[in-house]
């Protein structure tokens, strides 16, 4: 707690950065498209989102669009962020989250904000070192990011309470859900016959259930590495 508590200072001081009338009026934005959670809505005001994107594009980093981080990829739109992570966060608290698709690490600094620790995976090279300098530029320590492709999971036989996959799979990985504890929540896009929705998936004794959630667009979730 005392950890997450010298995070949120040090978070604060970025909002010197922009107005504090500018991510003003990206919460009302959230809200009025439904985003209920006050923990979420609090602490996307306190995320330095300029930090996570090229500096060329800093003065839109508080619009609630996705904006390109190079490679073909992107980082998500707020909007999208937020719902996410209110899916995934709503059962109560988590202690561990695991990510799939690092990106800019925007979507891992709010997680990380939100819960004891994130493990986040990034199979593209140059975005994980990126996205390692921006969260520690950011004062966020209780993440651990891995190069490697996230079809396979977190190299270990731990379980996570929560998963959140950022890139559009045509289902579920088994190896994902494998590394889900009992009661645990996973948020993913999923594509069916083109068309991308967001899912949450819930672990019960009886078995998984499936919830599908609203129409959303993200990059496709690929296989293997690259530097
Ligand atoms: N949450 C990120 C979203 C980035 S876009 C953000 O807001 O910045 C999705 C990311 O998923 C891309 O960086 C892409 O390289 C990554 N990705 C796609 N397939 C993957 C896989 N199999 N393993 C790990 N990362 C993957």
């Given at each position: ?142 993440v ?10 977190w ?12 890139a ?52 496709p ?7």
């Amino acid at each position: 707690m005392l950890e997450k508590q010298s995070n949120n200072e040090q978070l604060h001081a970025g909002i010197g950065m922009t107005s504090a009338r500018t991510r003003d009026r990206l919460i009302d934005r959230l809200k009025q498209r439904g985003i209920q959670s006050s923990h979420v809505l609090e602490t996307i005001r306190n995320t330095p989102r300029h930090l996570f994107i090229e500096e060329a594009m800093a003065h839109k980093a508080y619009e609630d669009t996705a904006l390109p981080i190079g490679f073909d990829q992107t980082i998500s739109q707020p909007y999208i962020v937020a719902r996410m992570t209110e899916l995934l966060i709503q059962a109560g608290p988590l202690r561990t989250v695991l990510e799939v698709g690092t990106g800019s690490g925007y979507q891992t600094a709010v997680l990380a904000q939100l819960v004891d620790r994130v493990f986040s995976v990034e199979r593209i090279g140059a975005l994980h070192q990126r996205a390692a300098a921006a969260l520690q530029q950011a004062g966020l320590s209780n993440v651990n990011l891995r190069h490697t492709d996230g079809n396979t999971g977190w190299p270990t036989t731990m379980k996570f309470d929560g998963i959140m996959v950022t890139a559009a799979s045509k289902s579920l990985p088994k190896s994902l859900t494998s590394q889900l504890a009992m009661n645990g929540r996973v948020v993913i896009p999923v594509e069916q016959e083109g068309e991308q929705a967001l899912c949450l998936v819930r672990r019960t004794e009886s078995g998984f259930t499936h919830e599908l959630i609203e129409p959303v667009h993200f990059v496709p979730m690929l296989k293997g590495v690259i530097d």
